[in-house]
Nanobody
């Protein structure tokens, strides 16, 4: 079955960096677009960044220039490098494949202190 395991979250100071990883299994990872979403307390889940099967990327305006999404198809893993972190980046971060059926992992908590 599809499994998505996010890791790499934690506590960071404003201006700091974190690198998130999402290990995927149970589907043809290299053929699917992968995305990172986040959900802050009391807010709806929002798209942060996406990467196509051939490496084309897109970002939410709020993270453009600070976050970088990448993938390693040999490892079935997608990454999110987060630099210049801000307190408003605090959220649970999830990865999601663009499969016809929705799958979500457990997420990884990112907390940025001012």
């Amino acid at each position: 079955q599809v499994q998505l395991v996010e890791s790499g979250g934690g506590l960071a100071q404003a201006g700091g960096s974190l690198r998130l990883s999402c290990a995927a299994s149970g589907f043809a990872f290299s053929t699917y677009r992968m995305s990172w979403y986040r959900q802050a307390p009391g807010k709806e889940r929002e798209l942060v960044a996406g990467i196509s099967s051939v490496g084309r990327t897109n970002y939410a305006d709020s993270v453009k220039g600070r976050f970088t999404i990448s993938r390693d198809n040999a490892k079935n893993t997608v990454y999110l490098q987060m630099n210049s972190l801000k307190p408003e980046d605090t959220a649970v971060y999830y990865c999601k494949p663009s499969t016809s059926r929705e799958f979500w992992g457990q997420g990884t908590q990112v907390t940025v202190s001012a």
